[in-house]
């Protein structure tokens, strides 16, 4: 068998976890922006669907071109985020947590109740358009972006908000603007996830974006870590190879699935990828080998 056939059957067989595995880390990126300001939100499922059934009612219903789709389905997930940022912001915790859950519901519902969404059965027969360039591209340009944030004025008054909202207020830090941009940012980047995913998967419902997946999102960005760009991509990336690499492990897959994530939560309460843990770790290493 040559490489290029190998290849080939391989790619036919795993091309959706790719797809997956690159989707993901955008969406665990979004969530990164809000808790990277200390933000607890779980919108941004709601905020991926948007996103995903614009850009799918653009292409099949207007046949707009790809990009333009993507554009708006990055744009009106972020709207609505300024819409109801602006009052729902002035929560903290486990209250704004619980209100952006709502506010999910609140989308599931419509989604479920609108006759050009599809109803309760979604929509069917969604191009597929997207190619592993497209994710590839999109990711790259959202961690440039976040990159580029981070080491900003924006970033560092993100910081300065998650380690002490009283604090940087005193400072002069615009808080409550800078926390309704944080929740525009993560909220645009989940609806151009939402946008590629539909058009790979071919087909969405209003169940694909409820309660279990906006714990997912977050699961992903915490399992990796949070301190950095690198966690939410790593946590992304092995919470959607599990499924896969369980997969003989039929019925107790799940039960080993929330077995990793309970060690993890134990051990590692900063995520997988923790750099001053790290760091520590190889101090202590090159201290025994001068020794």
């Not at 191009?127 to 440039?144: A, F, K, M, N, S």
């Not at 301190?227 to 190879?241: E, V």
């Not at 492990?249 to 590692?268: E, H, M, Q, S």
Request: net charge positive; proline share 4%.
């Amino acid at each position: 068998m040559s490489f290029m056939e190998w290849w080939d059957g391989f790619w036919a067989t795993y091309n959706t976890v790719i797809f997956s595995i690159g989707v993901n880390a955008m969406l665990a990126l979004s969530i990164y922006v809000t808790l990277s300001c200390g933000l607890l939100s779980l919108a941004n499922a709601a905020f991926m669907g948007i996103g995903a059934y614009t850009a799918s009612l653009l292409t099949m219903q207007f046949e707009l071109p790809f990009p333009i789709a993507l554009a708006a389905g990055g744009v009106l997930p972020s709207l609505v985020a300024l819409v109801i940022g602006i009052p729902t912001l002035r929560l903290s915790g486990v209250y704004l947590a619980m209100a952006t859950l709502g506010f999910g519901e609140v989308v599931r519902v419509i989604v479920l109740n609108l006759e050009i969404t599809g109803g309760p059965m979604g929509l069917n027969g969604v191009p597929p358009i997207t190619e592993w360039w497209h994710i590839v591209l999109l990711l790259g340009v959202t961690i440039y972006a976040l990159a580029r944030l981070r080491r900003s004025k924006t970033g560092r008054a993100f910081e300065a908000i998650k380690e002490d909202e009283v604090a940087a207020r005193l400072m002069g830090v615009n808080v409550a603007g800078y926390k309704l941009l944080a929740f525009v940012i993560g909220a645009a980047i989940a609806g151009v996830a939402g946008g590629l995913n539909a058009h790979f998967t071919f087909t969405i419902g209003p169940n694909n974006y409820g309660f279990e997946n906006a714990v997912d999102i977050l699961t992903m960005a915490v399992f990796g870590g949070t301190s950095n760009l690198i966690g939410p991509m790593i946590g992304s990336t092995i919470l959607s190879l599990l499924p896969e690499v369980l997969r003989h492990f039929k019925d107790f897959r799940l039960a080993i699935n929330g077995l990793i994530l309970i060690l993890v939560v134990l051990y590692l309460p900063k995520g997988i990828w923790d750099p001053r843990r790290i760091r520590a770790f190889l101090g202590r290493n090159a201290d025994k080998k001068v020794k």
